[in-house]
């Protein structure tokens, strides 16, 4: 039992396996929201694969236009401006190879666009063991939640990605070595870097739930921010192999304002917490 019926929440009184009926419909129309949007980019693979998950080798790429501009414009270091394609080689080793290619990365990319679907159908399953505030409250998480997973991707894709395809590229020890990487390489690259970014950005939301719990407070954060500072340095160090100061710090300020959110909203928990007669970390 979930909670109490009503006439506004008919599914909050059910049995097991009328939970288990309403989470097989809930499963099924993700699923139905995924095929639709990997199907979506599987009709459209030739813009997506030339002008998304290629078009970064462009110099007509918007970041490395506005890189340019800004190094005329105040005078920058001419490293990070791009104004040439960058000779990306790829290579399939495989026989059906990128027939294979085109369903894997249409299942991922529908994947990551049908996200937000997905958390709204589990939310659908558990809303109704929840009061109006609570839905009111989960539903914004929610929101934010998908938001900074967004925001961390586009991050990536327009910033981290360009940047360390072009010095994987460029980057010899040997005039006699030649770069040159399979597409399933660079695909596997592609994929970790968005998702690995989307999940960094969760930062915020992470801190929301350990502060909401009392496991981490401000006074912690604020306590070992310098350290914080140095592990973000070291960390757009990794992602942004350029040994350019400016691209690495195009990493490091938006993680460390993300730091920063992060230390308000333990900060604001950790005020609700007081009044509610808690004692915060």
């Keep these: 039992m979930l909670g109490k019926s009503t006439p506004e929440n008919p599914e909050a009184e059910m049995g097991f396996f009328d939970h288990v009926e309403a989470l097989r419909w809930h499963l099924l129309r993700s699923v139905i929201a995924v095929v639709v949007c990997a199907s979506f980019v599987g009709v459209f693979y030739d813009f997506v694969f030339d002008k998304i998950i290629l078009g970064i080798c462009s110099k007509d790429f918007p970041t490395y236009k506005l890189l340019c501009y800004l190094t005329q414009k105040y005078n920058l270091s001419s ?87 072009n010095f994987a590229v460029n980057f010899t020890i040997s005039p006699k070595i030649k770069n040159s990487f399979t597409i399933d390489n660079y695909i596997d690259f592609f994929t970790v870097m968005l998702l690995a970014m989307g999940a960094v950005f969760e930062l915020p939301m992470v801190v929301y739930f350990l502060s909401r719990f009392g496991i981490l407070g401000a006074k912690t954060m604020r306590r070992v921010r310098r350290y914080a500072i140095v592990i973000i340095l070291i960390v757009a160090g990794v992602i942004t192999p350029s040994p350019d100061i400016f691209t690495q710090c195009l990493v490091a300020v938006p993680i460390y304002m993300l730091y920063e959110l992060s230390i308000f909203i333990a900060a604001r928990n950790d005020k609700r917490r007081e009044k509610e007669g808690i004692i915060s970390v």
């Design 79 to 165: 490293g990070i401006c791009i104004d040439k394609d960058i000779p990306l080689e790829l290579q399939n080793l495989a026989m059906f190879g990128q027939i294979t290619l085109l369903f894997q990365y249409s299942l991922i990319i529908g994947l990551v666009l049908a996200f937000p679907y997905i958390i709204f159908e589990m939310w659908r399953f558990v809303a109704p063991a929840l009061n109006e505030t609570t839905q009111r409250k989960t539903s914004l998480i929610i929101l934010a939640c998908s938001l900074f997973f967004f925001v961390g991707v586009l991050f990536c894709y327009f910033v981290i990605i360009p940047f360390s395809v």
